[in-house]
């Protein structure tokens, strides 16, 4: 994936398994089982295409390819766009084929169903909106209503908000479930699941309304880690058309691809996958978009891909050009940001919590009352290290930690003492950020701890932050 990443947006390379333009990475292919296409002087960045609208050939009708483009109005398609979300849809579904519509986790498929087929990332439907919140509001509106979604207890603060504020007076209901403790949520979910009346007391598949699980891994601001494949099969096991969506914005497709999860008999359990592309996918805080990638896998996802397309195009939330372009270079320094921000984000991760060991053992003022990171190792915490592993890849755990003080007080006073790393919002660009969440979160709505602290590791010298956390915990010791 990192050569792919590497050379997103530059159409060079044709595989000849797929007929797709689709990079493989060099570590998996052989050379031979790809073929060249260099047209001579190449551009190696892919152009920025601004126009708003396409003349039409004398006879009123638009040219279709092979002899002309797609493009008519901008607001239906943009060729940038485009290759953004053919980026991004290949990017969610790297790596070796899987099997087409098996998502009936109680049917077992034949080994000469038909159904065993593959599925082309030409399959996957991906659009980009003008925000990570018009891409999430893209995936509520591609269903029917009365609908009924599902989202846990941990996630980004502006989910349940626009469903409890916007969506409510559209035949919407949100319910909560437990997915702060692995071995809370399924029986959590399960409980949600049975206190829907609708879902319990219809008989008739076709008049049982619409539902979604809803699924943030690692969760913001805590960095929970979700079992999808639990959740997923948990909640298929009830109810075969509930749509599984993750919110992947904390995992880019280089530590996690939600769509390429499968059952333990091989079936893909994720229809839906989205980011705030604004984050770690464009990368240096000065881009607004989102992006949903439908599974081309499941049933679900195929079904919603169309309504996803449909909802971008009919109401206009699309991401411009400009962002887009802006998009698809930041992939291309993706896997390398990433992984620098996954190790500063560690090793402050590390330092916290050994900070804190050290006040224990010391019995003098304690401020810190937890550090939250999936990437540290706690016997006591055993089933969820295991599902980051199966889950998150190549050893990286995100770029995001978060710091709980035992007081409101402390929290602005270390944030307030921080020399090099920046107060601000948002997440996953070049600098690292600090954050107290419960005083952005809306009021009413306030979900975060008091002394929430969220940092966004960026691309400093990992010892350059430690020192300044270090200094800053200094002062905190000194005047609370």
């Known amino acids: 994936m990192d050569t792919h990443l590497a050379h997103a947006g530059i159409r060079r390379i044709l595989s000849k398994e797929n007929g797709n333009h689709f990079l493989s990475s060099s570590s998996s292919s052989s050379s031979s089982s790809l073929s060249w296409l260099v047209p001579s002087n190449t551009a190696l960045s892919p152009p920025l295409h601004m126009a708003t609208t396409y003349e039409?050939?004398?006879?009123?009708?638009?040219?279709?390819?092979?002899?002309?483009?797609?493009?008519?109005?901008?607001?239906?398609?943009?060729?940038?766009?485009?290759?953004?979300?053919?980026?991004?849809?290949?990017?969610?579904?790297?790596?070796?084929p899987l099997p087409l519509l098996r998502d009936s986790l109680s049917t077992p498929v034949g080994a000469n169903d038909a159904s065993t087929a593959t599925a082309s990332t030409a399959n996957a439907v991906c659009c980009a909106f003008a925000?990570?919140?018009?891409?999430?509001?893209?995936?509520?509106?591609?269903?029917?209503?009365?609908?009924?979604?599902?989202?846990?207890?941990d996630l980004y603060h502006g989910v349940p908000t626009v469903l409890h504020t916007v969506f409510a007076r559209f035949n919407v209901t949100t319910h909560v479930y437990d997915g702060t403790a692995l071995e809370n949520e399924l029986q959590s979910l399960e409980c949600v699941l049975d206190s829907i009346p609708a879902l319990t007391t219809t008989t008739k598949q076709e008049e049982k309304p619409d539902v979604i699980l809803w699924m943030e891994t690692p969760s913001n601001p805590l960095t929970m880690v979700l079992d999808i494949v639990g959740l997923c099969c948990r909640a298929k096991t009830n109810y075969a058309r509930i749509t599984t969506?993750?919110?992947?914005?904390?995992?880019?497709?280089?530590?996690?691809?939600?769509?390429r999860l499968q059952s333990a008999d091989g079936v893909a359990v994720v229809d839906i996958v989205m980011h705030s592309a604004t984050k770690y996918l464009a990368g240096h805080s000065d881009v607004t978009a989102g992006i949903v990638t439908c599974s081309p896998w499941t049933t679900r996802g195929q079904e919603l891909g169309p309504a996803v397309q449909q909802v971008q195009v009919c109401m206009g939330g699309v991401a411009?050009?400009?962002?887009?372009?802006?998009?698809?270079?930041?992939?291309?320094?993706?896997?390398?940001?990433?992984?620098?921000?996954?190790?500063?984000?560690?090793?402050?991760?590390?330092?916290?919590?050994?900070?804190?060991?050290?006040?224990?053992?010391?019995?003098?003022?304690?401020?810190?009352?937890?550090?939250?990171?999936?990437?540290?190792?706690?016997?006591?915490?055993?089933?969820?290290?295991?599902?980051?592993?199966?889950?998150?890849?190549?050893?990286?755990?995100?770029?995001?930690?978060s710091l709980e003080m035992t007081c409101e007080a402390a929290a602005f006073a270390l944030a307030g003492a921080l020399q090099v790393i920046t107060r601000a919002t948002s997440l996953g660009g070049t600098e690292t950020l600090i954050e107290h969440r419960a005083s952005i979160e809306p009021p009413g709505r306030v979900v975060s701890p008091p002394g929430l602290l969220r940092i966004s590791a960026g691309l400093e010298q990992d010892q350059d932050l430690i020192q300044d956390l270090r200094q800053a915990l200094t002062i905190v010791a000194q005047i609370i």
């Open 56 to 96: 039409r050939a004398a006879d009123g009708v638009y040219q279709v390819p092979p002899h002309g483009g797609h493009a008519v109005y901008a607001r239906c398609d943009n060729p940038t766009r485009r290759l953004f979300e053919e980026e991004m849809a290949k990017l969610e579904c790297h790596g070796p």
């Open 131 to 153: 925000s990570g919140m018009m891409a999430a509001s893209a995936i509520v509106l591609a269903h029917a209503t009365p609908l009924h979604v599902l989202i846990p207890k």
């Open 245 to 259: 969506v993750v919110d992947s914005t904390l995992a880019p497709p280089c530590i996690q691809q939600p769509l």
């Open 320 to 401: 411009s050009p400009m962002d887009c372009w802006l998009a698809l270079r930041g992939l291309r320094t993706l896997q390398v940001r990433v992984e620098r921000q996954c190790h500063n984000a560690l090793q402050m991760a590390k330092f916290l919590e050994q900070h804190q060991q050290e006040q224990q053992q010391e019995g003098g003022g304690r401020f810190i009352a937890a550090v939250h990171y999936p990437g540290l190792r706690r016997i006591s915490n055993a089933p969820q290290e295991r599902v980051v592993q199966q889950q998150m890849k190549n050893e990286l755990y995100g770029g995001v930690l």
